[in-house]
């Protein structure tokens, strides 16, 4: 069946980066739109960015300038680079393939 499992969540002070990955595996990525999004305590999850088949990316206006999502086809893995942290991007980060598959989240933290 197809899994996806999220690695790199943790804590880190504001400004400073962490990066995500989404290892994929049951099918394969290349045709599919990979998203990332994040769920606050108390909130809605939230799209943070996706990346389509052809690369293009979108994301959400929070994090424009700060964030970038890659995509390695060969590996089946998709990664989400956050810079510039701040406290307000905590959350637990998910990735999800297609429209239905998640993965299982990881936490980041940022705090002083």
């Known amino acids: 069946q197809v899994q996806l499992v999220e690695s790199g969540g943790g804590l880190v002070q504001p400004g400073g980066s962490l990066r995500l990955s989404c290892a994929v595996s049951?099918?394969?990525?290349?045709?599919?739109?990979m998203g990332w999004y994040r769920q606050a305590p108390g909130k809605q999850r939230e799209l943070v960015g996706n990346i389509g088949s052809s690369g293009a990316t979108i994301f959400a206006d929070s994090v424009k300038g700060r964030f970038a999502i890659s995509r390695d086809n060969a590996k089946n893995t998709v990664s989400l680079q956050m810079n510039s942290l701040k406290v307000e991007d905590t959350a637990v980060y998910y990735c999800k393939l297609g429209s239905i598959h998640w993965g299982q989240g990881t936490q980041v933290t940022v705090s002083s």
């Open positions: 049951g099918t394969i990525i290349s045709l599919y739109t």
